[in-house]
């Protein structure tokens, strides 16, 4: 009998602390309930007290989601703790997540407090998420760089105070895997009471480690892993969750525990965070990446025809990539779109919303005749953004271009209700459109990336663009989907400017 390794997904909170990946409540939820059809145990869904926006995704989460725990985060702070408490009401099953620096530069610099006034407050954090709910988890922030036998103290106290789950963070991915599985066997072994408690970890990437220090600490006794959807997380992000999931199955030689995920649901979730928070999947992206399971030397080939263990040490898919086939065109009907969307883990709670998606069904497949899970992906994000209410909405545009001519672009957008039109030249379509779109805004930001992708194979694909823009210091990505590049390039700067508009009534504290 395999021990359990407990999956903690934290795309919704620290995955979110990307710069540019904010997400709104409505795409939060939809990642949350994809999360939970993996069968992910504990989902942090944000961290409630950093802003109202964060409090009622936290809220709509813990509302919507009855087979994962929800999670939300909180300083170690009255408030922050109440506020966790009041987000979580909802939920089935609830869980707080305190935390508080214990390395000597954290507690010096960032806190400005004795290691006594940190082991007093830890202490305090822990009992007062207790009042709340059994389920408190606890993490010494910075534990990668804390001195060890105060680490062993705090976290002594905050499993005697109440916490059943002790997270080691490697906050700023300092660490190396065969250190930090030391320090985890180290910790369980001389902690009297670490048996009252599971201990979990936290890795960030900034040495490209994150993962490799994860599965060094499994290896020596740690039981939940805290992870993110294609890794995403603070500046270099957090460990891959589909990284850790997959290595722990592949080599149970080795893994004396495994997860309870439905790992046929990975392509899926990495494609839907790729989509909402407008990051893509680099394409030698482990497991998830394009070209992950993808031969292109004839030796490789012929070995796979032969035999496909020869190159392949799992099967695509069990992590659901077999699952991208075509599978509707123009002659499909409403009941067999409904039905392959419900498949892919997306339901409309109002029946508008259905009828909204399948029109632009139905008019994507007249233009393209061959749709893949990925356009219907697509075609979802966009039918849930066009049903927000969004300050900015594109009209129609027109965009002209010649051999020997000055491009120009003539764009309708309705902002705040009212209709208004522009027009520009530039030194290409998109380039005008911008123009003309920045010209009825006058946002005066910065753009910092401009990616095209696209989302199936062939000249009739959708184009997927991304763009970054940085406006006044707060940096947001916008995603557009069309099969025209230009509409598409307009819709993800129209989504980016949206979301700066969004972002400026919910005010993100450093944490
Ligand atoms: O990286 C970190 O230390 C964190 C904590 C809040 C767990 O994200
Ligand atoms: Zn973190």
């Given at each position: 009998?395999?021990?359990?390794?407990?999956?903690?997904?934290?795309?919704?909170?620290?995955?979110?602390?990307?710069?540019?990946?904010?997400?709104?409540?409505?795409?939060?939820?939809?990642?949350?309930?994809?999360?939970?059809?993996?069968?992910v145990?504990?989902?942090?869904?944000?961290?409630?007290?950093?802003?109202?926006?964060?409090?009622?995704?936290?809220?709509?989460?813990?509302?919507?989601?009855?087979d994962?725990?929800?999670?939300?985060?909180?300083?170690?702070?009255?408030?922050?703790i109440?506020?966790?408490?009041?987000?979580?009401?909802?939920?089935?099953?609830?869980?707080?997540?305190?935390?508080l620096?214990?390395?000597?530069?954290?507690?010096?610099?960032?806190?400005?407090?004795?290691?006594?006034q940190?082991?007093?407050?830890?202490?305090?954090?822990?009992?007062?998420?207790?009042?709340?709910?059994?389920?408190?988890?606890?993490?010494?922030?910075?534990?990668?760089?804390?001195?060890?036998?105060?680490?062993?103290?705090?976290?002594?106290?905050?499993?005697?105070?109440?916490?059943?789950?002790?997270?080691?963070?490697?906050?700023?991915?300092?660490?190396?895997?065969?250190?930090?599985?030391?320090?985890?066997?180290?910790?369980?072994?001389?902690?009297?009471?670490?048996d009252?408690?599971?201990?979990?970890?936290?890795?960030?990437?900034?040495?490209g480690?994150?993962?490799?220090?994860?599965?060094?600490?499994?290896?020596?006794?740690a039981?939940?892993?805290?992870?993110?959807?294609?890794?995403l997380?603070?500046?270099?992000?957090?460990a891959?969750?589909?990284?850790?999931?997959?290595?722990?199955?592949?080599?149970?030689?080795?893994?004396?525990?495994?997860?309870?995920?439905?790992?046929?649901q990975?392509?899926?979730?990495?494609?839907?965070?790729?989509?909402?928070?407008?990051?893509?999947?680099?394409?030698?992206k482990?497991?998830?990446?394009?070209?992950?399971?993808?031969?292109?030397?004839?030796?490789?080939?012929?070995?796979?025809?032969?035999?496909?263990?020869?190159?392949?040490?799992?099967?695509?898919?069990?992590?659901?990539?077999?699952?991208?086939?075509m599978?509707?065109?123009?002659?499909?009907?409403?009941?067999a779109?409904?039905?392959?969307?419900?498949?892919?883990?997306?339901?409309?709670?109002?029946?508008?919303?259905?009828?909204?998606?399948?029109?632009?069904?139905?008019?994507?497949a007249?233009?393209?005749?061959?749709?893949?899970?990925?356009?219907?992906?697509?075609?979802?994000?966009?039918?849930?953004?066009?049903?927000m209410?969004?300050?900015?909405?594109?009209i129609?545009?027109?965009a002209?271009?010649?051999?020997?001519?000055?491009?120009?672009?003539?764009?309708?957008?309705?902002?705040?209700?009212e209709?208004?039109?522009?027009?520009?030249?530039?030194?290409?379509?998109?380039?005008a459109?911008?123009?003309?779109?920045?010209?009825?805004?006058?946002?005066?930001?910065?753009?910092?990336?401009y990616?095209?992708?696209?989302i199936?194979?062939?000249?009739d694909?959708?184009?997927?663009?991304?763009?970054?823009?940085?406006?006044?210091?707060?940096?947001?990505?916008?995603?557009?989907?069309?099969?025209?590049?230009?509409?598409?390039s307009?819709?993800?700067?129209?989504?980016a400017?949206?979301?700066?508009?969004?972002?400026?009534?919910?005010?993100?504290?450093?944490?």
């Amino acid at each position: 009998m395999q021990e359990k390794l407990i999956i903690f997904d934290t795309t919704l909170r620290d995955g979110e602390q990307s710069p540019g990946a904010s997400m709104t409540r409505d795409e939060k939820l939809h990642i949350a309930k994809a999360l939970e059809k993996m069968r992910v145990d504990i989902i942090e869904a944000g961290f409630p007290i950093a802003s109202e926006g964060d409090f009622e995704s936290v809220k709509a989460v813990a509302q919507t989601v009855t087979d994962s725990t929800v999670c939300g985060l909180a300083r170690a702070l009255d408030k922050d703790i109440d506020r966790a408490a009041e987000a979580l009401k909802p939920a089935q099953s609830p869980r707080i997540h305190t935390f508080l620096a214990t390395s000597a530069i954290h507690m010096r610099e960032k806190l400005r407090m004795s290691p006594e006034q940190v082991l007093e407050h830890a202490i305090h954090a822990v009992k007062r998420a207790r009042r709340y709910t059994d389920n408190v988890e606890f993490s010494p922030e910075d534990a990668g760089r804390s001195d060890f036998d105060f680490l062993c103290r705090v976290i002594e106290a905050a499993i005697t105070a109440g916490a059943n789950t002790i997270n080691i963070p490697d906050t700023v991915g300092y660490n190396l895997p065969q250190f930090f599985g030391e320090l985890i066997k180290r910790l369980m072994n001389t902690i009297p009471n670490a048996d009252k408690a599971i201990f979990s970890v936290h890795c960030h990437n900034d040495l490209g480690l994150a993962v490799g220090n994860s599965l060094a600490a499994v290896l020596n006794g740690a039981r939940q892993v805290e992870c993110t959807i294609n890794g995403l997380g603070e500046r270099a992000g957090n460990a891959a969750l589909e990284e850790i999931v997959m290595a722990v199955r592949t080599r149970n030689d080795v893994f004396t525990c495994d997860t309870e995920l439905d790992t046929t649901q990975i392509v899926h979730c990495s494609r839907l965070v790729s989509t909402i928070t407008g990051f893509p999947v680099q394409p030698n992206k482990a497991i998830v990446g394009a070209n992950a399971f993808a031969h292109e030397s004839g030796i490789h080939q012929d070995g796979i025809l032969k035999s496909r263990e020869t190159y392949e040490i799992m099967r695509a898919e069990d992590v659901g990539w077999n699952a991208n086939r075509m599978v509707l065109g123009k002659h499909s009907g409403r009941n067999a779109f409904s039905t392959r969307l419900r498949e892919l883990g997306f339901s409309f709670s109002k029946e508008e919303d259905l009828n909204a998606a399948f029109l632009r069904f139905k008019a994507l497949a007249d233009k393209k005749h061959e749709v893949y899970d990925d356009d219907l992906q697509a075609l979802v994000s966009d039918t849930v953004k066009e049903g927000m209410d969004e300050s900015i909405k594109l009209i129609s545009l027109k965009a002209m271009i010649e051999t020997g001519e000055v491009p120009t672009a003539s764009v309708t957008l309705s902002i705040n209700g009212e209709e208004q039109q522009a027009q520009a030249e530039g030194s290409g379509p998109v380039d005008a459109a911008f123009k003309a779109i920045e010209s009825m805004v006058n946002s005066g930001c910065d753009l910092q990336l401009y990616s095209v992708n696209s989302i199936s194979n062939g000249t009739d694909s959708q184009g997927e663009v991304t763009v970054r823009i940085d406006q006044a210091g707060r940096i947001v990505n916008g995603l557009g989907i069309d099969t025209d590049i230009v509409i598409a390039s307009a819709k993800a700067y129209i989504s980016a400017l949206n979301k700066v508009i969004d972002y400026q009534e919910r005010a993100h504290p450093q944490i």
